[in-house]
């Protein structure tokens, strides 16, 4: 019964990291653009939160009405005024202006907030749980954002295929130059894709924020859990991030369970096997996205 | 007024230059043949007219507005669209999604998804069908149709021959009076010579970069096409 109740935990973890990988994988599907700053923008979502949280006396969740907007709006800035700018060819410089940008980002909140560990509080909704038989407890709050991971990636689903947004994204992915010619705007449609992923990124700052506490230099580990949740799911996939963010949650819990000291080995150990294997991912896509 | 003319038009692929000083005038209604030998720059013409080379020089009027300079995306809601050439149908949308995305502009005028799929009956039972899984012929037509959901004013056809069957060539260009009828000024850019003088009203041949011969198919022999199309 305690393994069942660790893979229970592993899979409801598996939604977190799932938020944290599917803006990632969005914007790699769409645009091609790897940005090494997305764990920054958890972190900075978070503390955009915390100041939100703090300054209006608002509970978490309810700041998400504020933050999800405001860092949607900062993602479509940041495509149109810089991102779209480093597109080409070259993979090279989108990585190296958002490794750049994860730098800034990290000092600039370090300067503002200092280096001290911050938590949001949720009140009694972070340690109450649902009792099943066997003594397998499920926490409302994990129970939560798996759900979340799940509403969030069946909704990506849907606008990528079954929406004029979503064929636009499809087709933009395929082929710039010629979705240029049916008159659709490639930096307004790259920059809707970063304005979707970042209210994505904006989800998963608050929940980490309830979950765990958090300070300006956690950023790069997020990035890592959601890179290996994408790369274990298949690039692309919305549904595969989902199943990778899983599995990557079930080896750090087993992990974990067999020696404490192992949980992020174990996940790291699981991500690199797969690569190993099916460097493509377990789910590789089915269509280009 | 003509519908398109451009004037000392001259196209550049970074140090190289692809066009010379072209000065091409095309009057509404017309189907214009460019033709030409493999690099002589019948398709950096097109490209250049819709918007997808960057580095040109010259002007380029449509209806007497000035487009040089535009982008793709702002030329095609003036009411050029263009079938590009290896057709470069999205690979990620079945056929109906391409045709759908082809009107994004969304300009008025006769063509919709009811009037393509009467142009070309067999897209509409294949429309829930991946585009790229359609045979040559098929794709072409999706091509073609996703040009003219936008309600183009001039149709550009980049090579719609390259690839295909003759039987299916024949299919595909006898499509193109129906386009004319339809409003449609069209300009082809064609390899194969006898298809282009068929169709057309008039033609144009580029020998590296410059216009070699111009005229109406009947007043030019074949000894001077062959001169003005290889040089010799």
Request: include cysteine; aromatic fraction near 8%; charged fraction near 15%.
């Amino acid at each position: 019964m305690e393994w069942i109740s660790t893979i229970i935990q592993g899979v409801l973890l598996g939604g977190l990291y799932a938020l944290f990988a599917t803006g990632l994988s969005l914007i790699f599907g769409v645009m091609r653009l790897v940005n090494i700053a997305h764990g920054d923008f958890i972190v900075l979502a978070a503390f955009v939160a915390l100041g939100i949280v703090s300054g209006l006396g608002l509970h978490p969740f309810t700041s998400l009405v504020i933050v999800i907007p405001l860092m949607a709006a900062l993602g479509y800035v940041l495509q149109r005024g810089l991102l779209n700018q480093t597109l080409g060819r070259d993979i090279l410089p989108p990585l190296l202006v958002t490794f750049g940008l994860s730098i800034i980002l990290e000092n600039v909140l370090l300067e503002i907030f200092s280096a001290d560990s911050q938590r949001l509080q949720a009140g009694p909704l972070e340690t109450a749980s649902l009792s099943l038989p066997g003594d397998i407890a499920i926490g409302y709050f994990p129970l939560l954002i798996f759900v979340s991971a799940v509403v969030v990636i069946a909704g990506l689903q849907f606008v990528l295929f079954h929406t004029e947004l979503g064929r636009l994204f499809r087709a933009t992915s395929d082929d710039q130059e010629t979705a240029q010619l049916m008159g659709i705007d490639n930096h307004h449609v790259f920059a809707l894709a970063m304005a979707i992923a970042f209210g994505v990124v904006a989800v998963a700052g608050v929940f980490m924020a309830i979950r765990t506490n958090f300070d300006p230099s956690v950023g790069p580990a997020r990035l890592i859990y959601a890179f290996e949740a994408v790369i274990i799911g298949g690039l692309g996939s919305p549904w595969g991030t989902l199943a990778g963010g899983v599995i990557l949650g079930v080896s750090q819990a087993v992990g974990a369970k067999i020696n404490p000291g192992w949980q992020i080995l174990a996940g790291h150990v699981v991500f690199l096997a797969v690569l190993v294997v099916r460097p493509r991912g377990l789910f590789e896509k089915v269509q280009d996205l | 007024m003509s519908m398109l003319e451009t004037r000392k038009l001259e196209s550049f692929y970074g140090d190289f230059q692809a066009l010379f000083g072209l000065d091409v005038t095309i009057s509404p209604g017309e189907t214009v043949a460019i033709i030409g030998a493999n690099g002589a720059g019948k398709s950096t013409f097109l490209r250049s007219l819709c918007g997808l080379m960057t580095e040109t020089r010259g002007e380029i009027f449509f209806e007497g507005q000035k487009i040089s300079g535009r982008r793709a995306n702002q030329i095609v809601r003036l009411g050029i669209a263009m079938v590009p050439e290896g057709r470069r149908l999205f690979q990620s949308l079945n056929v109906e999604e391409n045709l759908l995305l082809g009107g994004y502009a969304k300009r008025s005028g006769p063509w919709s998804l009811d009037s393509v799929y009467k142009l070309f009956p067999m897209l509409k039972e294949r429309r829930q069908t991946m585009a790229t899984d359609l045979s040559g012929g098929q794709q072409q037509m999706v091509a073609i149709g996703r040009a003219l959901m936008s309600n183009p004013r001039l149709l550009l056809c980049d090579e719609l021959s390259l690839g295909l069957a003759p039987i299916v060539i024949k299919d595909i260009y006898a499509a193109l009076p129906e386009i004319s009828r339809e409003g449609s000024t069209v300009i082809i850019v064609e390899q194969d010579i006898n298809q282009a003088m068929a169709v057309s009203d008039r033609l144009y041949c580029l020998q590296e970069g410059r216009i070699s011969l111009q005229g109406p198919p009947g007043s030019l022999t074949r000894d001077r096409i062959s001169q003005a199309y290889f040089g010799m």
